[in-house]
């Protein structure tokens, strides 16, 4: 298969209705980028008159009063993150920050609606090439246009996809919010600890605290599952997608490393670095750079001690802490083991991780909402440019 048809399938542009006309990249943006002066993170301000967007997953990077380095033309734009492969749709005034961010304009809007245009770029197969440039294979795609009132048409129904997903991802954060405001109100701040509770390490808290292996194991397709940093998130273990590997590597693995049901995994290096979540298998798995917190049940309940190591401020005061900063960071199990939390009683931690259970049951029902969503968004995104959305 050709390179380019792994961006997009290039045979079905030869199957588009005949009203459709097929332009190359060049053909309907121009790229702006050159010119404008580019902003360093070390210039962001946290608020300011003008937005400085970057080729990062927030829509707004920070702010600037530099007014006049404004990005030229007119509202709307399309940015691109030459890195990291992120389309963002502008329709305000901003200056662009440094490294990676492509600012792209529609030439001719007799034949061509941006939204539309943005939603193609996002149905895009980029091939993530790490941080190397992209706009390469962004620049080779083929860019398939009905008529103005079509394409139109088709943005309106992408809008409304995409706003239904959004309004999903956002439901689900206000759970998360609510678990750490309940926190708040049971325990207070567990970096300054107002309400005085007795603090312990996690070396007195727990009956064993470990670590995965640290070497790379062969991956397959099938076999044992192999849990990484990666498949780490606050409060979640992404079981389904892992990695898996050999039962002869499990067992050498798992004899030193054995997560069960309950225990906390606490990533310790690289990835989703110092973040918490609770193993809800039953079944053996192996891990890789993720450490194993089994904690005394007497002591601690696992949802309390997840909120802790989860908190951004408890994270904060662990890197100040242990002089930890740059890209590769990293928490030895000494570290660990030394690392000093809230301990106040056992029945009012449970009461917190039954109250958390209530905000959880809704959230899985919002997490099947989003599932819905982000399904029908594909679905549409994939008929869309193609003539199956008329």
């Given at each position: ?9 290039i ?5 588009l209705?005949?009203?459709?006309n ?6 309907v ?10 902003f360093l ?26 007014e ?10 399309i ?5 990291t ?5 502008i329709?305000?005034?901003f200056?662009?920050g ?15 609606n941006e939204?539309?245009l943005f939603h193609?770029?996002?149905s ?14 962004l620049?080779?795609?083929?860019i ?21 997903k ?5 439901l689900?954060?206000k759970?998360?919010?609510?678990t750490q ?7 207070g701040?567990?970096?300054s ?6 603090m312990k ?8 605290i470990?670590?995965g ?15 990484t ?10 079981y389904?997608n892992?990695d898996?590997?050999t039962?002869?590597?499990?067992n050498e ?6 997560p ?8 310790n ?14 079944y053996e798995?192996?891990?890789?750079n ?7 049940r007497?002591?601690?309940?696992g949802?309390f ?5 989860n908190?951004?401020f408890?994270?904060?005061r ?10 590769q ?16 009683n056992?029945?009012?931690?449970n ?5 958390v259970?209530?905000?959880e ?22 008929k ?6 008329t």
């Open positions: 298969m050709m390179e380019s048809n792994f961006i997009q399938d045979s079905a542009l030869k199957k209705p005949k009203s459709w097929v332009f190359d990249f060049g053909n943006f121009t790229d702006i980028s050159g010119g404008n002066k580019k993170k070390s210039d962001f301000l946290v608020e300011g008159k003008i937005a400085i967007i970057d080729q990062g997953k927030d829509l707004i990077a920070g702010y600037t009063n530099e006049n380095e404004i990005v030229k033309g007119q509202p709307p734009y940015v691109f993150g030459d890195h492969r992120i389309f963002k749709f329709d305000f005034p200056v662009m440094a490294d990676g961010t492509k600012v792209f304009k529609v030439k001719d809007f007799t034949i061509s939204k539309y193609f770029l996002n895009l197969n980029i091939p993530n090439t790490g941080y190397n440039r992209h706009f390469k294979y620049k080779s795609t083929k398939p246009l009905p008529p103005l009132p079509q394409q139109q048409k088709i943005a309106n129904i992408l809008d409304a996809a995409v706003t239904l959004q309004n999903d991802k956002a689900i954060a759970y998360d919010a609510l405001a309940l926190f708040l109100e049971m325990f701040d567990p970096v600890n107002p309400k005085g509770w007795e390490s996690l070396n007195d808290l727990c009956n064993k470990t670590d292996t640290h070497d790379t194991p062969k991956r397959l397709t099938e076999g044992v599952k192999f849990i940093g990666k498949h780490i998130r606050p409060f979640e273990i992404d389904e892992s898996y590997v039962q002869e590597v499990h693995i798992y004899r030193r490393c054995n069960e049901y309950g225990d906390i995994l606490y990533t290096i690289g990835v989703n670095f110092a973040t918490a979540a609770m193993n809800t298998v039953d798995f192996s891990m890789k993720v450490a194993l917190l089994k904690y005394k007497e002591s601690l309940n949802r001690l997840e909120s802790i190591l908190d951004e408890f994270k904060d662990l890197k100040r802490s242990f002089g930890i900063g740059g890209a960071q990293f928490l030895s199990l000494s570290n660990i083991k030394s690392i000093n939390i809230l301990c106040p056992l029945e009012l931690q009461q917190f991780a039954a109250r259970a209530l905000i049951q809704q959230k899985a029902i919002a997490q099947k909402s989003l599932e819905k969503s982000e399904a029908l968004c594909n679905s549409l995104l994939q869309a440019f193609n003539g199956g959305l």
